[in-house]
Nanobody, 115 residues
Framework: QVQLVESGGGLVQPGGSLRLSCAAS????????MDWYRQAPGKQRELVAA???????NYADSVKGRFTISKDNAKNTVYLQMNSLKPEDTAVYYC?????????WGQGTQVTVSS
């Protein structure tokens, strides 16, 4: 059984930074692919950042140059570094990891960007 625990969300002023973490525990051989999604109130969940098993990355146009997805294999943890945050980045952020052939979701962490 695999569990994902997200952390790192919170309230930050515009222009600030946060680093989200998604820690996987349980029967893990390797994290094959990883994505971060977000969902703002009244909006559909959208893909923010993705990293494949071969290391290629993709970012939503709205976050390119500001967000970075990364992984620490030793800790089975995936990160989303978010810089130069804007009020429109306010949302619940979810990690989605492919471990083996199965996709797992984190519980979500709230990010609020406001002065």
């Amino acid at each position: 059984q695999v569990q994902l625990v997200e952390s790192g969300g919170g309230l930050v002023q515009p222009g600030g930074s946060l680093r989200l973490s998604c820690a996987a525990s349980g029967s893990i051989f390797s994290i094959n692919a990883m994505d971060w999604y977000r969902q703002a109130p009244g909006k559909q969940r959208e893909l923010v950042a993705a990293k494949t098993s071969v290391g290629s990355t993709n970012y939503a146009d709205s976050v390119k140059g500001r967000f970075t997805i990364s992984k620490d294999n030793a800790k089975n943890t995936v990160y989303l570094q978010m810089n130069s945050l804007k009020p429109e980045d306010t949302a619940v952020y979810y990690c989605n990891l492919r471990i083996g052939g199965t996709y797992y979701w984190g519980q979500g962490t709230q990010v609020t960007v406001s002065s």
